[in-house]
């Protein structure tokens, strides 16, 4: 008879054991990818088919693509408040780029903007301050989305491959291979550099990823598909692309490609 307690003794303390385990390691798997809560949203101009988004300041810097129609703009991430007034607020600048180039990811760096170009191999470079054109570089392959890490620029070319290029005079200086875990992740386009960390959207997919930028690794990923749902879109086209960080509201601003709305938000953990 005691032999059949202490035997169901030890199973029962097996059985707490293993539910405490499971209780402690259930929300760790939950917690690995972040989550993400709307904060605001303003406004989007249906017109951009953005390709390129950061946030200087207090205004927003986005290139828009297409041939013929390529554009760099500047505009206050502030809008006036009635609703016909944020629709047709005017650029606080606006470039128009070159008919043969079909603009891709912009970058900031030294008060220099960065535009990349889809497949004319030419790397545009524009002052802040006044968009006046200054000069064009070179460079081998695809051009989709672009970020700074401070130092160096950061390329994505449709693939799973993110380039490292010396701003100067825009060579590779280091490539790295983005992979989840253990398979390639292609399609990486427009590009967010922050806090040690690359953001990346995946072209027609409505998952953000954050790449550790040594190993290439996707350490997590953020699913803005129900955010997209409400926009109700009709073009297949109309894909999510676009991530910039506001320092001042420590957010994301997201958007996409002729989006009617650009939304902020704030990783909760
Ligand atoms: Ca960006």
């Not at 035997?7 to 097996?14: D, E, H, I, P, T």
């Not at 954050?210 to 409400?230: N, R, Y």
Request: overall charge negative; glycine content about 6%; aromatic content about 12%.
């Amino acid at each position: 008879m005691k032999q059949s307690i202490r035997v169901k003794q030890f199973v029962y303390a097996l059985l707490c054991t293993s539910l405490l385990l499971i209780a402690n390691l259930t929300p760790a798997v939950a917690d690995e990818s972040p989550h993400y809560e709307v904060i605001a949203e303003r406004t989007h101009k249906p017109t951009l088919f953005t390709q390129g988004l950061l946030v200087d300041g207090d205004h927003f810097y986005e290139s828009s693509g297409l041939y013929n129609k390529s554009l760099l703009v500047v505009y206050p991430i502030a809008e006036p408040a009635s609703a016909w007034a944020k629709i047709s607020a005017p650029f606080t600048k606006k470039q128009s780029i070159p008919s043969q180039y079909f603009a891709e990811g912009l970058a900031l760096l030294n008060g220099k903007l960065y535009l990349l170009t889809w497949r004319e191999k030419t790397l545009l470079v524009y002052d802040k301050a006044t968009l006046n054109y200054e000069k064009s570089i070179s460079y081998n392959g695809e051009g989709w989305g672009l970020t700074s890490n401070g130092e160096q620029l950061i390329r994505s070319d449709g693939s799973s491959r993110l380039y490292f290029h010396n701003a100067t005079d825009f060579t590779v200086t280091k490539t790295i291979n983005v992979t989840d875990d253990g398979t390639d992740v292609s399609q990486l386009n427009e590009l967010e550099f922050v806090r040690g960390f690359i953001w990346a959207n995946v072209w027609h997919q409505d998952q953000i990823v954050k790449i550790d930028p040594d190993s290439g690794h996707v350490v997590g990923k953020i699913d803005l598909g129900d955010l997209k749902k409400t926009l109700n879109l009709k073009d297949s086209e109309q894909v999510l692309n676009g991530i910039a960080w506001d320092e001042k509201q420590q957010a994301f601003w997201v958007t996409g490609k002729q989006w009617p709305k650009m939304f902020l938000i704030r990783i909760t953990h």
